[in-house]
């Protein structure tokens, strides 16, 4: 089965979003080309250049997106004058999704995980999509309803009881284990959870099946490892050279 590329429906939403951010709420096709691929950092086949063109297979969809017609046929966007406009749908079709793009643009996701995330809230067509926000990024806990926090929080007390042990539950990263460190100046501990891979729970599927699934892609980190996991996008592929680096550090450290 060969590697699936990215195709017009995954850039609908990004698309739109990056339109909705503009103060004119406009955009031309080589500024989306620009600002798509600054957002998604296309990798693989996507990335390479096409034959006897300069185009990319990634901006080559991009483009497709005014060739098609994609956005104007379904009423997100109009055309005129070599520039997108959003429409009033479009701005809404993106409010309803606010949480879910903040989430997946802000975390560190691999390619592949990204498109098909974004596939994901596009095929989803009535399915309400709500993302397990990681409540790190300022600015996007806002568009968090208070049921996204009470699942998060479901989801983060399951994994504090999956990996945790004897009640003390350590970074993956570094090591750093809160209560032991600073005794009785505490009882509880202090852990987030990080999200490898983008976790989404539909209105119609039962939150334990959802735990359960979810549990293979987090990862319990300390607050430091987990802001820098963060500010350098470090994926779930660069995370082993991410505790390398810092056990060479400690080791170097201590001598």
């Known amino acids: 089965m060969g590697i699936k590329r990215i195709s017009e429906p995954d850039l609908i939403l990004p698309s739109l979003y990056l339109m909705s951010i503009d103060s004119h709420g406009r955009m031309?096709?080589?500024?989306?080309?620009?600002?798509?691929?600054?957002m998604l950092k296309p990798q693989g086949l996507d990335a390479e250049i096409l034959s006897n063109r300069k185009d990319t297979y990634f901006s080559q969809i991009v483009r497709n997106l005014k060739s098609h017609d994609t956005l104007s046929k379904k009423g997100y966007a109009s055309y005129q004058d070599g520039l997108f406009y959003i429409t009033d749908k479009g701005r809404q079709y993106v409010d309803n999704?606010?949480?879910?793009i903040l989430y997946i643009i802000n975390s560190g996701f691999q390619y592949d995980d990204i498109k098909n995330a974004f596939g994901e809230i596009y095929n989803s067509k009535e399915k309400k999509v709500i993302p397990f926000d990681e409540l790190i990024e300022?600015?996007?806990?806002k568009y968090v309803a208070t049921k996204v926090y009470e699942r998060s929080r479901k989801l983060?007390?399951?994994?504090?009881d999956y990996y945790g042990k004897n009640g003390l539950i350590a970074c993956d990263c570094?090591?750093?284990?809160?209560?032991?460190?600073?005794?009785?100046?505490?009882?509880?501990?202090?852990?987030?959870?990080?999200?490898l891979k983008p976790i989404f729970q539909y209105s119609d599927s039962q939150m334990t099946q959802t735990i359960e699934s979810a549990l293979k892609n987090l990862l319990p980190v300390c607050p430091n490892c987990h802001r820098v996991i963060h500010r350098n996008n470090i994926s779930k592929e660069r995370i082993p050279a991410f505790k390398e680096y810092i056990n060479l550090r400690k080791h170097s450290n201590s001598i």
Do not use: M, P, V
């Open 138 to 141: 300022e600015g996007s806990t």
């Open 97 to 100: 999704n606010k949480a879910a």
């Open 28 to 38: 031309s096709t080589t500024e989306l080309i620009s600002s798509l691929t600054q």
């Open 156 to 160: 983060r007390n399951a994994a504090i």
């Open 174 to 195: 570094c090591g750093f284990e809160f209560k032991s460190f600073y005794g009785d100046y505490t009882n509880k501990t202090c852990i987030e959870i990080h999200h």
